[in-house]
T-cell receptor, first 113, second 113 residues
Framework: DAGVIQSPRHEVTEMGQEVTLRCKPI?????LFWYRQTMMRGLELLIY????????DSGMPEDRFSAKMPNASFSTLKIQPSEPRDSAVYFC???????????FGDGTRLSIL | KNQVEQSPQSLIILEGKNCTLQ??????????LRWYKQDTGRGPVSLTI?????NTKSNGRYTATLDADTKQSSLHITASQLSDSASYIC????????????FGAGTRLTVKP
């Protein structure tokens, strides 16, 4: 049974470049979450979707960040333009309805030089 | 101020020993509390979940306790193994749908042979 799949696992790029992170949730799950994890701030929720619709994006740090979920099996998190302070591990998680636990992917480690 | 505080920040123990990790929270209202285990380079994995009415929940050598009156939880690990080396994150949800999760900063546990 495939879990949440994220790509790429690692990304190193120069500041100012556009970065796109990808996520495939567990089939049948209707909620999808994007998190950012740093040593200083721990895990922070950026945005979550229910049935492909963004419900709460209050955690998105600024307009440089955007997220889309064009269908039930795919989501992207885009940063444009990227800055060194965006360096972190970005996690995607999914869950089914009814308060079921969130299942996390293994993350994308992003380094902005 | 983080609504979920964990202690200690890090802990080193010898293989075979027991240990207890602490979590204090101020999240209100309260729906459930979950302990996650995060191995290095991996996403968090749910260990236990407790609702308001539950005092204890076990998962193998992991036992979580909850005192909803004092807003405290602990995670006890019995007969530690090298594979227990990980970060343990306390997560509190004010809502039943688990779409609003408040994360602690985690305790980094190292088990040495």
């Amino acid at each position: 049974d495939a879990g949440v799949i994220q790509s790429p696992r690692h990304e190193v790029t120069e500041m100012g470049q556009e970065v796109t992170l990808r996520c495939k949730p567990i089939s049948g799950h209707n909620s999808l979450f994007w998190y950012r994890q740093t040593m200083m701030r721990g895990l922070e929720l950026l945005i979550y979707f229910n049935n492909n619709v963004p419900i709460d994006d209050s955690g998105m740090p600024e307009d440089r960040f955007s997220a889309k979920m064009p269908n039930a099996s795919f989501s992207t998190l885009k940063i444009q333009p990227s800055e060194p302070r965006d360096s972190a591990v970005y996690f995607c998680a999914s869950s089914s309805s009814g308060g079921q636990p969130q299942h996390f992917g293994d993350g994308t480690r992003l380094s902005i030089l | 101020k983080n609504q979920v505080e964990q202690s200690p920040q890090s802990l080193i123990i010898l293989e075979g020993k027991n240990c207890t990790l602490q979590c204090n929270y101020t999240v209100s209202p309260f729906s459930n509390l979950r302990w996650y285990k995060q191995d290095t380079g991996r996403g968090p994995v749910s260990l236990t979940i407790m609702t308001f009415s539950e005092n204890t929940k076990s998962n193998g050598r992991y036992t979580a306790t909850l005192d909803a009156d004092t807003k405290q939880s602990s995670l006890h690990i019995t007969a530690s193994q090298l594979s227990d080396s990980a970060s343990y994150i306390c997560v509190v949800s004010p809502r039943e749908d688990n779409n609003d999760m408040r994360f602690g900063a985690g305790t980094r546990l190292t088990v040495k042979p």
